[in-house]
T-cell receptor
Framework: GAGVSQSPSNKVTEKGKDVELRCDPI?????LYWYRQSLGQGLEFLIY????????KSGLPSDRFSAERTGGSVSTLTIQRTQQEDSAVYLC?????????????FGSGTRLTVV | TQLLEQSPQFLSIQEGENLTVYCNSS?????LQWYRQEPGEGPVLLVT?????EVKKLKRLTFQFGDARKDSSLHITAAQPGDTGLYLC??????????FGKGTRLSVIA
């Protein structure tokens, strides 16, 4: 597509439920990143996919968080047993080059509210 | 852990004024980037700087990378209401994902 597409744009869920957030990167972009942006905080790195390489999961805050990328394109971030502190905007970004030095193109994010 | 500190955290100015925002770290970065984010949207890349001392201009915006590649500044001349937004700096050592600062929230009042 022309840009990075994320869905849903907003999600309200009850504490303890599982949620799935979707990211459709720019066609042909091999690098895909997930970040989390909480109120008053900067963007917190979660996970990075590059081509067929094993993902860099070093930013995932707990084992309740997981992500996959199918066919080198669409990615899904799953949060199990959601907690109120998971409330944030989840941003996906993609890049046509493997090195972050070249910059990212971000989607508009999914605003997750856990009640 | 690489950290980027941005200052000021908030800035409210009148249209036509000049301003400078700063991004500082104790770490060396191979690349430093500036993004602008508007409400309900993702950050949009403004510029990438890679060489110590580098200066880049984008219309009324001037970006500078420190000589030691640990800090950067963004200067806006004659600010306009359309410049309102959250300005984020981000850095990488090359093979690592970008590390972001918490941003400077700029409000330009007409």
């Amino acid at each position: 597509g022309a840009g990075v597409s994320q869905s849903p744009s907003n999600k309200v869920t009850e504490k303890g439920k599982d949620v799935e957030l979707r990211c459709d990167p720019i066609s042909g972009h091999t690098a895909l990143y997930w970040y989390r942006q909480s109120l008053g905080q900067g963007l917190e790195f979660l996970i990075y996919f590059q081509g067929n390489s094993a993902p860099d999961k070093s930013g995932l805050p707990s084992d309740r968080f997981s992500a996959e990328r199918t066919g080198g394109s669409v990615s899904t971030l799953t949060i199990q047993r959601t907690q109120q502190e998971d409330s944030a905007v989840y941003l996906c970004a993609s890049s046509g080059r493997p090195r972050a030095s070249y910059g990212y193109t971000f989607g508009s994010g999914t605003r997750l509210t856990v009640v | 852990t690489q950290l980027l500190e941005q200052s000021p955290q908030f800035l409210s100015i009148q249209e036509g004024e000049n301003l400078t925002v700063y991004c500082n770290s104790s770490s060396v970065f191979s690349s430093l980037q500036w993004y602008r984010q508007e409400p309900g949207e993702g950050p949009v890349l403004l510029v990438t700087v890679v060489t110590g001392g580098e200066v880049k201009k984008l219309k009324r915006l001037t970006f500078q990378f420190g000589d030691a590649r640990k800090d950067s500044s963004l200067h806006i001349t004659a600010a306009q209401p359309g410049d309102t937004g959250l300005y984020l700096c981000a850095g990488t050592s090359g093979n690592t994902p970008l590390v972001f600062g918490k941003g400077t929230r700029l409000s330009v009042i007409a």
